[in-house]
C-alpha cells in the first residue's frame, strides 16, 4: 500500500452471508481507497462494535434478526448521531427510502440494484456529507453560544446603567440633604 491509499473503517451489519459477501467482494482493496470491513450479523452486536471501535461509516441493512425497517436505522442513529449511516437494503421502496435520510441515514441503497462503484462513491460521499454537516452544526451552536453570550452580557450592562443611575440618584438626594 502507497501514501496515497487511504483506509476506509466499515461497520457492514447485514445478516445475509451472501450478501455479506457481496459487499467484500465489492469493497475490494481499490487505487485510492482500502476498506477496513467489520462484519456483524445483529443490531445489539452493532451496539457493541460501536462502543468498542472507531469506524468511518456503518452500512446498515434494515432487516436483522433483532430489529426491522427504520427502528434499526433510529436505534444506531441515536447511538452514533455524527457517524454517516448508508443503509443498503434489499426493500427497494423510494418512501422508504426517503424516510431513512429523514430519520439520519446519508444514502438509501437497494440491494441488487447497487454496483461497486455506486457503494464506493455512497461511502465516500457520505463520509464528506456527515462531516461537513457536523462541521456546520459545531459553527451554529458556537454563534448560539456566542449570542446568548452577548445577550447575556447586554442585559448584565443594562442592569449596571440601571444600577448606577439608582447609584447617581441617591448621591443627588444626598448632596441635597
Not at 65 to 93: C, E, W
Not at 107 to 136: A, C, P, V
Not at 137 to 162: A, P, Q, S
Amino acid at each position: 500500500m502507497d501514501n496515497q491509499t487511504h483506509i476506509i473503517k466499515v461497520l457492514l451489519v447485514e445478516d445475509n452471508p451472501g450478501d455479506v459477501r457481496l459487499i467484500q467482494e465489492m469493497l475490494k482493496e481499490g487505487d485510492y481507497f482500502r476498506f477496513k470491513l467489520t462484519c456483524v450479523e445483529r443490531l445489539d452486536e452493532a451496539m457493541k462494535q460501536l462502543d468498542e471501535g472507531v469506524f468511518d461509516v456503518i452500512l446498515l441493512d434494515l432487516g436483522l434478526p433483532d430489529s426491522q425497517k427504520l427502528d434499526t436505522l433510529r436505534n444506531v442513529n441515536r447511538k452514533v448521531p455524527d457517524m454517516p449511516i448508508v443503509v443498503i437494503t434489499g426493500i427497494a421502496d423510494e418512501m422508504l427510502g426517503i424516510e431513512a435520510v429523514r430519520d439520519g441515514a446519508q444514502d438509501y441503497l437497494t440491494k441488487g440494484q447497487t454496483d461497486r462503484n455506486l457503494l464506493i462513491h455512497s461511502i465516500r460521499y457520505s463520509i464528506g456529507r456527515k462531516r461537513m454537516g457536523n462541521e456546520f452544526k459545531k459553527k451554529v451552536d458556537t454563534i448560539e453560544k456566542m449570542n446568548k453570550f452577548m445577550v447575556g452580557r447586554e442585559l448584565r450592562m443594562e442592569e449596571l446603567r440601571k444600577e448606577n443611575e439608582r447609584l447617581k440618584e441617591r448621591i443627588r438626594e444626598m448632596e441635597k440633604r
